[in-house]
């Protein structure tokens, strides 16, 4: 692709750049506003032919099929037809050069029919199952035994004889709140 590319654009350039000969009486003519234009017309002129109808004829289903190589190098003849005037280009060219360039392919291709019905089961049944671990849990009802009245009174107790928070904490002079209680008595 790189070696064509390249081919392609010294070819163009052979017919942009002007020969040594141009140049020179460019240089010894008088520039006067028509010269100019002239010479810019000259130079402007490109040598890119229409591309023919058969090639561009549907493009839209033809073109995921169609080799890379092949895709790159339509889209270069199309890009080489964009540099000219646009009111030389084809309709089939203007259609084909938007549709490679907008159209619904690659990353921007619609999703397969039946993605979102999938997604949405996936869905559910990830829903469905953590409620399930849930009820699951509530059913059992095995509260851990961090969780019973003994146990968190036993952690006040520990907290204290380690001095834990002596300013403002279970360990401080005259501390009226309930520390880590916060559970009723154990259930039988």
Not at 44 to 58: E, F, K
Request: proline share 7%; with cysteine.
């Amino acid at each position: 692709m790189l070696r064509s590319s390249v081919l392609r654009a010294s070819s163009s350039t052979s017919s942009v750049l002007p020969s040594s000969a141009t140049r020179q009486a460019l240089r010894t003519q008088k520039y006067s506003p028509i010269n100019c234009i002239a010479a810019g017309q000259s130079q402007q002129s490109r040598q890119a032919h229409a591309i023919s109808n058969p090639t561009l004829a549907q493009i839209e289903k033809r073109w995921e099929a169609m080799p890379p190589q092949e895709q790159a190098d339509l889209w270069m003849q199309l890009r080489d037809r964009m540099k000219t005037d646009w009111h030389e280009l084809t309709m089939n060219e203007k259609k084909a050069a938007y549709w490679i360039a907008f159209g619904p392919h690659g990353p921007r291709a619609l999703p397969p029919p039946g993605e979102g019905w999938r997604v949405f089961r996936t869905t559910a049944l990830g829903v469905g199952i953590a409620l399930v671990i849930g009820f699951i849990g509530v059913a059992v009802k095995n509260n851990p035994k961090t969780m019973t009245k003994e146990y968190q009174e036993a952690t006040n107790e520990y907290l204290k004889n380690q001095n834990t928070e002596p300013i403002s904490g279970v360990s401080s002079e005259g501390y009226t709140g309930k520390g880590m209680v916060q559970s009723g008595p154990k259930k039988d």
